[in-house]
Structures are given as structure tokens and as C-alpha cells.
């Protein structure tokens, strides 16, 4: 067991860690997830920090922590989606987001096929890392030198991303857990109908949240309370044997669109949702991923880490990267993006929506021989992506400062 003075030293390490992991990232383009994840390493396999009772009980707590994750990023990001915005602005967006994500899910899928995975299984792992880190992309693409529509077309996509990659991993892993017990269409119809349940559970609950925070007239412990919501909607939505995760998502669309209720619901300006709840958020965001990449790290075992799984994870990136240039080339003829077409290839990191749906499977019992083969290929999916998308950023700008004097003779 750890004692308590190196438990408090690493917690206070970890978040200092992060701050400037995320201050490196702002100013040289290195993800912090690469830096938090080798910390990880380093406190865990490297170092062996934790003993193996300890260990175990941070294995045990892994499914708890990734719903929690989870809960979070998908209030988090229904909060950012202004659908007003995104219905007039996202159509190539979309367009690129659904075509690069369905190939990514079936190159993927493949990919797990070939080295002996279940055809579901294999879908499920496409799923969980077809998508981009919208918070990677998003930083990256406002710090390089690209097209306005083709910065709008990247961060539109990795917001929708996350969305496709938890509803159809979700989806996909429900129907793994139930079997051969119901055929797919009525998984489907079965899905959807827990979809448009849980969607309406959550804008009554949205609604209802709205009109508490315009009676409480208190703008303190805003998201603190706004979360603890979300946290019992999940509950309530799971315990009714419909889909917490979704309903926390519509939640957060809700609160995120809240200006749109408030002539429906009669509130004041107290119920529309203010900057200094988006900093508590962010805070909040920051300390979550931090922990869980770090933990993530910490949880891997090395020492069951084979030649085929590394090599799967390989492949797995080089199928994004196919899939992404792929999508490109059907983007060209709806947007002028022709000459950033590398870059769009390049924006493929994984990262917080990818690291929390790997550790859920294990929420439901989904494992190979008890190992925990999705958090394994996912852990390394996502670094492996970002140091990817890092250099070949880096290598494209470079080569666009070499030609740019050229041009001017």
C-alpha cells in the first residue's frame, strides 16, 4: 500500500504535471495526453510505484472511473453544441465526419478481424477509435496555418465524432452483452427506442434543471449541482433499463442550448447557463483527464503487451490515417480543401471520448480471457496517434515555411 504523504506528493505531482503538460501542448503542439500517459507509465510498470494489492483496486475501480469520465465529457460536450450553429455551418462537416468514421470503423474492424477478434468485438474496437480528441484537434487546428473553412470543417468533425463514437460503441456494446438472445434488427429497434427514452427523460430533466437554477437563485456551486444532476439522470435513465449515456448527452445539449427555453419555460437570465459555469467545467474537465490518463497508464501491463498487439495498434492508425485521406478526397468536391488535405489526414489523435468508452466495456463484462484488451490496444491507439498527428503537423508546416520564400522570387 502507498502511505498517505506519497499519495497526497503524487496527486499534487499529477496536477502540476498536467498544468504544464498543458501549457506545453499551447505553446509547441505536443499533446499533454503523451506526457500524462508516460507519467503513467513511469509511476506504474516503470517504477512500480503501487503494489500489487493497490494496483488491483485501481483495476477494480477502472469501470467506475471511465463511466464517471464518461458522464462528465458527455455533459461537457452537449454543452458545447450550439445546434443552431451547427445546422447552418456543419454540412461538409458532417458530410466528412460520417464518411471518415464509417471507414475508420470498417478498416478497424479488419484490421481486429485479421488478428483473430469477433466480428462485433472488431466493430466495437473501430467505434471506440474511429473518432478524433475533439480538445487535441480543437488546439491544434486554432495554432497551424490552414484554411478558415477547413479550421471549421476539423473542429465541427471532432465535435460530432465524439458524439459517433459513444452512441455506436454504446449500441455495439449492448449488443455484444445480450448475445445471441435477439437478432439485430430488434437490438436495433430495441436500442433506438432505450435512445428516444432516455432523450426524453433528459430534456424534462434539462427543463426541470433550467427552471431549479432560476429558483435558486444562487450562481455558486452552479456546476458542482449542475453535475450532481447529471450524475442522478444517469442513474434514474440506467435504473428505468434505458441508456444513462445518452440521456447525460441531451442533458448537456439541453443546458447548452438553454437561451432557446427560456421564453418556453418563463426563466430569467439565471437559468441561462453563465462563462463562469464554462471555467468551473473546464476545471473540473482538467482534473478528470489528467487522472484518467495517468491512470490509464499506471493500469497497463507491460509485461502482457505482445508483438501482435502492438502491431495491431499500428495498423489500427495507419487504417485511420486511409480512412481520413480517403474522406478527404469526397470533401474536395463539396469544399474548397484540396491543399489541406494532409493536414485533414493528419488529424487523427485519439484521446479523452476514445480512453473512457475502452474502459467501459469492462463495465459490462466484455474481455478476452480476462484481460482487459481494449484499454491495452486503445492506451496504445491513442498515443500512437498522437505522436503521429505531432510529427507529420510538424513536418507539413515545416515544409510550407521552406516554399513560402520560394514563392516570393
Request: aromatic residues 10%; proline residues 3%.
Amino acid at each position: 500500500m502507498v502511505d498517505v504523504n506519497t499519495a497526497l506528493t503524487l496527486i499534487a505531482a499529477i496536477i502540476f504535471v498536467g498544468f504544464l503538460a498543458s501549457k506545453i501542448f499551447e505553446r509547441y503542439k505536443i499533446p499533454d495526453i503523451l506526457i500524462l500517459m508516460l507519467l503513467g507509465l513511469m509511476i506504474g510498470p516503470v517504477f512500480g510505484v503501487f503494489g500489487p494489492t493497490a494496483l488491483a483496486g485501481m483495476k477494480a475501480l477502472g469501470p467506475f472511473f471511465g463511466t464517471l469520465v464518461l458522464i462528465i465529457l458527455l455533459i461537457e460536450g452537449g454543452m458545447s453544441l450550439y445546434y443552431k450553429k451547427v445546422l447552418q455551418e456543419a454540412a461538409p462537416a458532417t458530410l466528412f465526419a460520417l464518411a471518415s468514421f464509417v471507414g475508420s470503423v470498417l478498416l478497424v474492424s479488419g484490421v481486429a478481424v485479421l488478428f483473430g477478434w469477433p466480428l462485433l468485438h472488431g466493430l466495437l474496437l473501430g467505434s471506440i477509435l474511429g473518432g478524433t480528441s475533439s480538445s487535441v484537434v480543437m488546439s491544434l487546428v486554432r495554432r497551424i496555418n490552414i484554411g478558415e473553412e477547413t479550421r471549421t470543417i476539423l473542429s465541427l468533425e471532432s465535435s460530432i465524432n465524439d458524439s459517433l463514437t459513444i452512441i455506436s460503441s454504446i449500441f455495439l456494446l449492448q449488443l455484444i452483452a445480450t448475445g445471441d438472445a435477439l437478432p439485430i434488427s430488434e437490438a436495433a429497434q430495441d436500442f433506438f427506442g432505450a435512445f428516444t427514452i432516455s432523450s426524453l427523460f433528459a430534456l424534462l430533466a434539462g427543463a426541470l434543471w433550467l427552471k431549479t437554477l432560476d429558483i435558486l437563485k444562487t450562481e455558486k456551486y452552479n456546476y458542482l449541482l449542475t453535475l450532481a444532476a447529471g450524475l442522478l439522470l444517469y442513474v434514474f435513465t440506467e435504473g428505468a433499463g434505458s441508456n444513462g449515456a445518452f440521456a447525460a448527452l441531451v442533458f448537456g445539449i439541453v443546458l447548452g442550448n438553454s437561451y432557446l427555453f427560456k421564453g418556453m419555460l418563463g426563466t430569467g437570465e439565471r437559468a441561462i447557463l453563465k462563462p463562469e459555469l464554462q471555467v468551473a467545467q473546464e476545471e473540473i474537465t482538467f482534473f478528470v483527464r489528467t487522472f484518467f490518463f495517468v491512470f490509464m497508464g499506471v493500469i497497463l501491463e507491460i509485461a502482457t503487451l505482445t508483438i501482435a498487439t502492438v502491431a495491431m495498434a499500428l495498423l489500427v492508425v495507419a487504417s485511420k490515417a486511409a480512412a481520413r485521406y480517403g474522406s478527404a478526397g469526397i470533401l474536395e468536391r463539396f469544399a474548397p480543401v484540396a491543399t489541406d488535405r494532409k493536414i485533414i489526414t493528419a488529424m487523427l489523435p485519439n484521446g479523452l471520448a476514445a480512453a473512457a468508452m475502452a474502459a467501459y466495456p469492462a463495465a459490462f463484462g466484455i474481455t478476452f480471457g480476462g484481460e482487459d484488451v481494449f484499454l491495452q490496444v486503445a492506451f496504445l491507439v491513442i498515443f500512437i496517434s498522437n505522436v503521429v498527428a505531432s510529427l507529420a503537423i510538424f513536418k507539413i508546416e515545416s515544409d510550407k515555411g521552406k516554399k513560402r520564400p520560394e514563392a516570393t522570387r
